[in-house]
T-cell receptor
Framework: ETGVTQTPRHLVMGMTNKKSLKCEQH?????MYWYKQSAKKPLELMFV???????ENNSVPSRFSPECPNSSHLFLHLHTLQPEDSALYLC?????????????FGPGTRLTVL | AQSVTQPDIHITVSEGASLELRCNYS??????LFWYVQSPGQGLQLLLK??????LVQGIKGFEAEFKRSQSSFNLRKPSVHWSDAAEYFC????????????FGTGTRLTIIP
């Protein structure tokens, strides 16, 4: 595997379910990101991790819970989601926490909340 | 806070024709500017970026962009498009000063017709 991978690629869940999205980067990067991409809206930065420490949380509801057990893996735990949370969730990584560093994106997880 | 506007939601171009995608930004200082491309079912890929220096920036896949401070613009161009260029294109601005947060536009979908 190379680059940034995300699993699953598609997920359908009910509002009472608990699920997790997984992201893995094989680039030796120190920073990882979760973005939400909704139709007709700009990409929204959700969380930033640097060296496994959360450094930014952009007022994301608590039903989204990130976890970064090591610098290569990032999870997004989901519980009691709402239909408006349906979107494409993108993971990205960069060498360090700087806009000078290119962010490499995974293919995303298409989430549908029923 | 910085913002990005991509005025064109959808553009259709004939294969072999030239292309220009518009991007306008709002930021008080010199911004860091990016263009990303997202092919169907894929994550975002960096095409090019501007930090300083020469205002005409060359990127991958034959794309270029020009930073015009007087117009607050960073338009993306390609002299001759290929069918494989059909994708969604996102302009983004970074605040700099070690701030990793990128603000994205809503994207322009490019369709190529034979």
């Amino acid at each position: 595997e190379t680059g940034v991978t995300q699993t699953p690629r598609h997920l359908v869940m009910g509002m009472t379910n608990k699920k997790s999205l997984k992201c893995e980067q094989h680039l030796g990067h120190n920073a990882m990101y979760w973005y939400k991409q909704s139709a007709k809206k700009p990409l929204e930065l959700m969380f930033v991790y640097s060296l496994e420490e959360r450094v930014e949380n952009n007022s994301v509801p608590s039903r989204f819970s990130p976890e970064c057990p090591n610098s290569s893996h990032l999870f997004l735990h989901l519980h009691t989601l709402q239909p408006e949370d349906s979107a494409l969730y993108l993971c990205a990584s960069s060498q360090d926490r700087s806009e000078l560093d290119e962010q490499f994106f995974g293919p995303g997880t298409r989430l549908t909340v029923l | 806070a910085q913002s990005v506007t991509q005025p064109d939601i959808h553009i259709t171009v004939s294969e072999g024709a030239s292309l220009e995608l518009r991007c306008n930004y709002s930021y008080g200082a010199t911004p860091y500017l990016f263009w990303y491309v997202q092919s169907p079912g894929q994550g975002l890929q960096l095409l090019l970026k501007y930090f300083s220096g020469d205002t005409l920036v060359q990127g991958i896949k034959g794309f270029e962009a020009e930073f015009k401070r007087s117009q607050s613009s960073f338009n993306l161009r390609k002299p001759s498009v290929h069918w494989s260029d059909a994708a969604e294109y996102f302009c983004a601005v970074g605040a700099g000063f070690g701030n990793e947060k990128l603000t994205f536009g809503t994207g322009t979908r490019l369709t190529i017709i034979p």
